[in-house]
């Protein structure tokens, strides 16, 4: 395997040493070198101290931002490139099984490599010349593909709770295994995992359905336990039978949807949209009289679910609102029957910004089905109509109408739950038949309706 070190941190490097410090290349980057992959989210550690770090860069005329100082971290800018350089740590005081009580500098890089969590993100690469270091022989584990924690599996997570769900997002990301020891320690350190905050937990979970095949993550999730424990509203959909289409349970047919939807093209909201889209089916399905399963508006619950479990995982507004609307409007079968009438009522009731974000859903969804994938036609053909009719230019929300609630004030209608009612009508009307779309008209519809009807 080639080395080759950037020039960047071969200056970097310089300023260290012309100061007596080592400094190495460490974590990703280096096991992203030795797969032959770029990796430029670069880690440095150094037997500088954090006020040592940051004079030298500084003298160098870099900038420095104390961005991680509780651990010995400081993010160095220099030349317009940003690394993480920290202190050689060791890490002993686990107390609460989430993060170290106080951080203790390690004298020597074998010290500092030997607190990290698997072999392969416990390679150094000494600069400048980029010498491996690799007392944990993870460069062969990376050779094997395997993810190994550094000492006692059951030791290490014990120490950090997070490191379990660590090793299933690695294997997800790379296509490592996990090896045996390492795999079977995950199940017995579930109580520790427990104590984790849910943002570390976040990260990870982003971090599998974003990767190459996210099922693999979440099935070793559901083999070991963590699963359960991080998102109980999954393990629910195991062996929940469907029938017509579908070919899976519920939870199988949900994590192809997500494997579909982890390409470069699909937004975070359409992934965690595929994987939650149906999490309401437990709950709701029944028997028909015919012995056929029926999951009646289980898009609605699967999006109530949504929110309560998007909240818990300490998502952001934005994203649960996107996602959980997604999840509510993922039912709609497009038929070369619907009028155009339908087909802007769709529009309305999705809303433009969401309409790439809800065929791609759907695509993930009818992948789903089978894992194959499907003919596409259909959506094609719905999604070539909705574009013909938005250039067509029409009123799909409220506000594209031609009056305004002050318009309908001024004819004597009351402000309040009827303009609401009211203004709800007139829009359903023009998107009926968009010629309707007048001052005139609509403000003689509103008038009858507000004289007809009793609010
Ligand atoms: P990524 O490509 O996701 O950034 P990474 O290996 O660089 O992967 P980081 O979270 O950036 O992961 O951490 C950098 C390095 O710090 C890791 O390679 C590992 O050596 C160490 N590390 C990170 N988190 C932990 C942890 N929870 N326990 C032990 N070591 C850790
Ligand atoms: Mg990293």
Not at 117 to 146: S, Y
Not at 169 to 180: C, D, N, P, T, Y
Request: hydrophobic residues 40%.
């Amino acid at each position: 395997m080639r080395i080759t070190i950037d020039p960047i941190l071969k200056e970097i490097a310089a300023l260290f040493i012309n100061n007596n410090k080592e400094i190495y290349l460490v974590g990703g980057a280096v096991r992203d070198m030795l797969r032959g992959k770029k990796n430029h989210d670069w880690d440095l550690t150094t037997n500088a101290l954090p006020d040592e770090v940051t004079a030298i860069i500084k003298k160098a005329g870099g900038k420095v931002i104390p961005t991680g100082i509780k651990h010995g971290t400081v993010t160095a800018l220099f030349k317009n490139h940003s690394t993480e350089i920290t202190t050689f740590r060791t890490e002993s005081d686990y107390s609460d099984g989430r993060r170290p009580d106080k951080i203790n500098y390690a004298a020597t890089i074998e010290e500092d490599l030997s607190r990290r969590d698997f072999t392969m993100n416990a390679i150094a690469l000494r600069l400048p010349k980029g010498e491996i270091v690799d007392p944990f022989k993870g460069v062969k584990d990376i050779k094997a593909k395997i993810i190994r924690c550094v000492g006692d599996a059951n030791e290490r997570f014990s120490e950090d709770g997070l490191r379990p769900l660590r090793a299933v997002r690695f294997a997800s990301q790379l296509g490592f295994k996990i090896e045996k020891n390492t795999l079977e320690a995950i199940n017995g350190a579930l109580s520790i995992s427990a104590k984790v905050s849910w943002e570390r937990v976040r990260e990870e979970i982003d971090k599998i359905i974003s990767s190459a095949v996210p099922s693999l993550g979440f099935r070793l999730m559901e083999n070991t336990g963590l699963l359960k424990l991080f998102i109980a509203e999954l393990t629910d959909c195991r062996n929940i039978e469907q029938k017509g289409f579908h070919q899976f349970d519920v939870l199988d047919h949900s994590l192809l949807a997500c494997d579909y939807a982890a390409a470069k093209e699909f937004s975070k909201e359409v992934r965690l949209a595929a994987l939650f889209h149906d999490i309401g089916k437990p709950s709701v399905r029944e028997l028909d009289p015919v012995g056929v399963w029926t999951f009646y508006r289980h898009e609605e619950v699967s999006a109530a679910m949504c929110h309560v479990l998007l909240n818990r995982m300490r998502y952001s507004n934005a994203v649960i609102d996107k996602v959980c609307h997604l999840v509510n409007q993922h039912m709609f079968l497009y038929t070369e029957n619907w009028s155009d009438a339908a087909v802007r009522r769709f529009i309305a009731r999705v809303g433009e910004t969401h309409l790439d974000d809800i065929y791609c859903l759907r695509r993930a969804d009818i992948y789903g089905f089978s894992g194959k994938e499907p003919d596409y036609r259909s959506i094609k053909q719905l999604v070539e109509r909705v574009n013909k009719i938005l250039t067509a230019g029409s009123a799909f929300t409220i506000k594209d109408l031609a009056v305004s609630g002050n318009d309908l004030m001024k004819i004597g209608i009351a402000g309040g739950k009827t303009m609401g009612v009211i203004l709800k009508k007139l829009l359903e009307t023009v998107l009926d038949d968009p010629e309707q779309n007048t001052k005139e008209r609509l403000l003689e519809i509103a008038d009858k309706i507000n004289k007809t009807v009793s609010f």
